[in-house]
């Protein structure tokens, strides 16, 4: 087992303070693949992402090992990785209508893996992924965990579930039915796959027939029945809606989270905060006629004291407004009326609870996801369009703080191997020798600019 030493940075823990000059110590933990004996099966050493928060705190706090690797981050605020609550991964462009599957389910995963790729690089550590029908992110999910990929973990939801005919029924990513059996029917399916969570499209668009309301597409006994099946499954609900008549209806069917909500009135937005049932506006994806009223309802919810949740509706590395969509939405967050440390929660800490990941806090024993940012994005969130480094499971995905230059991750994390074939059981992280402890600061040089 090996260490590394993040140190001289600030760090906000997500857990409500931040520490001066403070240290962070990675124990990274190596797998190798034994060789059996003929005629026996392998073993597994240890976890391929086994690697932990070892110690975070003040610098006088903790003895640097003679052998750790030493990362100074003078200048930078340390913080988790970015939790992007409701992001889409399988789309070409989001400003295209190009969620018609007419690219094919395997195009569409390459699309998928390539999006969550560059959601690593913006500093998303976590997606909770919307519409991604036939097992694409239980796929994508499964491969990162095993270490055949190097990418953020995903909370896989599968089919968004919908009224047959519904708004957007002619694009991708819906999985349709007419009544109660046959949406649970699809959501058994789905859940017994793998779903860490669920997602309901209530809503659709406003209907001048009912003088500009949204419409609400899943009926009340529809949206009871789903929410009791997911809860009873253990599984989290996030339901798109927008307007009073769909969020009350989703407020009294007990949904966890509300997705968009594009129009809510106070004494709805009371209801949430009393119940404890969180928010995802992306903001970030609001078509810009509803722009103005959407930021109203946020800045309401936040005086409400709704929890509040970072999403993006879209790709979280698409370009918008001279950032990413991830970063735009922390801005548009505070300009709603929350204060940058309150933004920075809604993407790290709140999120976690909102969408039910271990990640978002940094403390001795949490998942080692972390990023570091120039400046103190706690203060001005500003600065978080400076992102410096990224650490997934442990792993640098790229480093440019001070004078070093360690270029992007390829696509297996570094001190791992593109080693094996069909037959190679990828949970083992490696092939025999390749990797061990002593020789993971040198496997690591390899991924360095020279």
């Known amino acids: 087992m090996s260490v590394t030493v993040y140190q001289n940075a600030r760090i906000f823990t997500g857990a409500g303070d931040v520490i001066e000059k403070g240290l962070l110590a990675v124990s990274h933990a190596h797998t190798q693949f034994v060789a059996p ?38 200048g ?28 094919g389910t ?40 095993k270490t055949m990929f190097f990418g953020p973990g995903i909370l896989a939801c599968g089919p968004t579930y919908a009224v047959t005919g519904g708004c957007g029924h002619e694009r991708y990513g819906l999985a349709m039915a007419s009544g109660s059996d046959e949406l649970r029917r699809a959501m058994r399916i789905h859940i017994a796959r793998g779903l860490d969570g669920v997602t309901l499209q209530v809503s659709g668009k406003p209907l001048a027939s009912l003088g500009g309301e949204y419409h609400q597409e899943m009926s009340d006994r529809e949206l009871h029945d789903l929410v009791k099946h997911a809860h009873g499954a253990e599984k989290r609900v996030m339901a798109a809606a927008s307007g009073d008549p769909s969020v009350s209806a989703c407020i009294d069917a007990g949904a966890d989270i509300i997705l968009e909500g594009r129009r809510i009135g106070k004494e709805n937005l009371a209801a949430m905060a009393e119940k404890g049932m969180g928010c995802v506006p992306c903001l970030v994806s609001t078509p810009a006629q509803y722009a103005a ?11 409400a004291g709704v929890a509040i949740g970072a999403g993006t509706g879209i790709l979280p590395s698409q370009p918008v407004e001279g950032t990413v969509a991830i970063i735009r939405e922390l801005e548009l967050l505070v300009e709603c009326g ?11 800490s709140g999120a976690a609870g909102l969408v039910g990941s271990r990640a978002g ?5 949490r998942p080692a996801d972390f990023i570091a940012v120039e400046g103190a994005p706690d203060k001005d969130i500003a600065a978080m369009r400076k992102v410096a480094m990224v650490v997934k499971s442990g792993r640098r995905a790229f480093l440019t703080a001070g004078e070093a230059k360690e270029r992007g991750f390829h696509i297996m994390g570094p001190g791992y191997e593109v080693a094996g074939g069909t037959t190679i059981d990828w949970t083992k992280g490696a092939v025999q020798g390749v990797i061990a402890p002593e020789s993971y600061n040198d496997k690591w040089n390899l991924y360095k600019e020279i």
């Open 361 to 365: 806090v940094l403390a001795a024993g």
């Open 106 to 145: 395997a195009y569409r995963t390459f699309i998928a893996y390539r999006a969550a790729a560059e959601a690593l690089n913006c500093g998303v550590t976590t997606v909770r992924a919307l519409g991604m029908p036939n097992n694409i992110d239980i796929g994508l999910k499964t491969a990162i965990q």
């Open 37 to 74: 004996e003929r005629g026996k099966t392998p073993v597994k050493v240890a976890a391929a992402l086994g690697d932990k928060l070892e110690y975070v705190g003040a610098a006088d706090g903790y003895s640097v090992p003679a052998d750790a690797e030493v990362v100074d981050l003078a």
């Open 76 to 103: 930078c605020t340390v913080l988790p990785g970015l939790i992007d609550c409701a992001a889409r991964l399988d789309t070409l462009h989001p400003g295209a209508d190009d969620y018609v599957d007419n690219i």
């Open 338 to 348: 929350m204060t940058p440390a309150q933004a920075l929660t809604a993407a790290t």
């Open 293 to 303: 009223e959407h930021k109203a309802v946020v800045a309401e919810a936040i005086r």
